[in-house]
């Protein structure tokens, strides 16, 4: 966050900015050291949260992170990485109806079991603005569960396959490319292969209408000509 911070802070010298610590790394070697290294400047709030399990230390920076909000009442929050004051802290915006930025947006390892995992789905599902670190990291937000694989056709062509054992056909794909890409994305449904029997995932509970019937021969399709 070191650069982030620098960068907010050059570039609006004239807004609001807070710095909050939460305290779940307090330890020199894991907290100090890098604060005093990157020259980041010292926090204007320290929460103190310590060690504890993931509920205790997510209900302590909600506990303690709620006054602060609710005192400098920003626009923004900016949420860094996957830890549990991550989640927390972008819990504790949404509640109060603040909007959540997450950087680092994106990560995933696809392992649930990994608390890291859960956190990060969860700050970027409550996050206004994701700010990724990699082309990887677009690529996860298009589908949550891996379930769409990519691979180049010819400029600007990509095909995207659907993993039906991963598909959970939430549509986001589509969403995600009509929000904020050129809208060129549709689920293209062979109809020479398709049996019209809807028993696919994807066909049964996809809320939107991402559904395209193309000609055999000529699957690759741009938008305006569907």
Avoid: W
Avoid at 50 to 59: D, R, V
Avoid at 87 to 96: C, D, G, P, S
Avoid at 151 to 167: G, K, M
């Amino acid at each position: 966050m070191a650069p982030v911070i620098a960068a907010l802070r050059a570039r609006l010298p004239d807004a609001r900015h807070a710095l909050v610590h939460t305290g779940q790394h307090y330890d020199a070697l894991m907290s100090d050291v890098f604060l005093d290294e990157l020259a980041v400047p010292a926090p204007d709030h320290t929460l103190r949260v310590g060690s504890g399990s993931h509920a205790e230390q997510t209900a302590l920076v909600l506990e303690r992170l709620g006054p602060v909000l609710s005192e400098a009442d920003p626009d923004l929050v900016l949420v860094p990485g996957d830890v549990n004051s991550s989640v927390a802290a972008a819990l504790a915006a949404a509640e109060a109806g603040i909007a959540v930025a997450h950087v680092e947006s994106g990560l995933r390892s696809f392992d649930r079991s990994m608390p890291e995992e859960t956190n990060r789905i969860v700050v970027d599902e409550l996050s206004t603005l994701l700010f990724l670190h990699s082309e990887e990291g677009a690529e996860n937000l298009r589908c949550p569960t891996d379930a769409l694989r990519r691979s180049f056709v010819e400029d600007p062509y990509y095909e995207y396959v659907i993993d039906e054992a991963r598909c959970i056909g939430c549509a986001k794909c589509v969403n995600g490319c009509t929000t904020f890409g050129n809208g060129s994305l549709h689920l293209q449904i062979r109809h020479d292969r398709c049996k019209n029997c809807n028993e696919c995932y994807i066909a049964r509970v996809c809320p939107v209408d991402a559904f395209v019937r193309v000609p055999a021969d000529n699957p690759y399709l741009i938008k305006k000509a569907l």
